[in-house]
């Protein structure tokens, strides 16, 4: 070892150096580990003592009058938790958890204005126009041990907001509210994560 008593020249002192940094950190690397309940106490084991390796997330519900918001949203909790967890997204028939998600609520209200000008019979005229508007989407949200029916976590007030800018063409104002609902979802998502992470 580079430690002991043997006369070592300084690059072959710092190899070994940086050899020993690599094994100490393969051995104290980390990540989100979703591990079974019965590593936590007694008081919240869970039936089987298995760890939770795979996760259904079904399609949200709710009674958006977008078209595909649902799935949109459904895409974004699937993105963030197989890009992050670790767990294997599968059906519900194959799941350790699942994690259900309910479009509650949905508001959008004005929060910017501008001024035009119009000449009506010679009168100059002016009227205020909204030219932002700030979309607020609520969540229900559950996480769900499908091998007891426990419910592991449950949120019925999560929350995100965000603006668009709104202008004459109806097209392009949809076109940035969708771009709203994406980031919200995104956001939503994230928060649902790190819920869920909480809990293990």
């Not at 050899?19 to 990540?31: D, E, K, Q, S």
């Not at 699942?98 to 009227?127: C, D, H, M, W």
Request: glycine share 8%.
């Amino acid at each position: 070892m580079w430690w002991s008593s043997k006369e070592k020249y300084p690059g072959e002192v710092f190899l070994s150096y940086l050899a020993l940094l690599a094994v100490l950190f393969i051995h104290t690397a980390c990540g989100y580990r979703f591990v079974g309940m019965e590593e936590q106490g007694a008081s919240r084991k869970e039936p089987g003592g298995a760890g939770f390796h795979k996760i259904a997330i079904p399609i949200s519900e709710g009674d958006s009058t977008f078209p595909g918001l649902e799935a949109a949203f459904t895409t974004a909790f699937r993105e963030e938790f197989a890009s992050r967890s670790g767990l294997r997204l599968v059906s519900k028939e194959e799941a350790d958890v699942i994690l259900e998600a309910k479009i509650s609520r949905i508001k959008t209200t004005p929060s910017a204005y501008s001024v035009e000008q119009f000449n009506i019979g010679g009168l100059a005229t002016e009227y205020e126009t909204t030219s932002k508007r700030t979309l607020m989407v609520r969540l229900e949200a559950r996480l769900i041990h499908k091998g007891s029916g426990k419910v592991i976590w449950k949120d019925s007030r999560i929350e995100e907001r965000s603006s668009y800018p709104v202008g004459k063409d109806p097209l392009v104002n949809i076109h940035h509210e969708r771009r709203a609902y994406i980031d919200i979802a995104k956001r939503l998502a994230r928060r649902i994560f790190l819920k869920t992470v909480e809990r293990f």
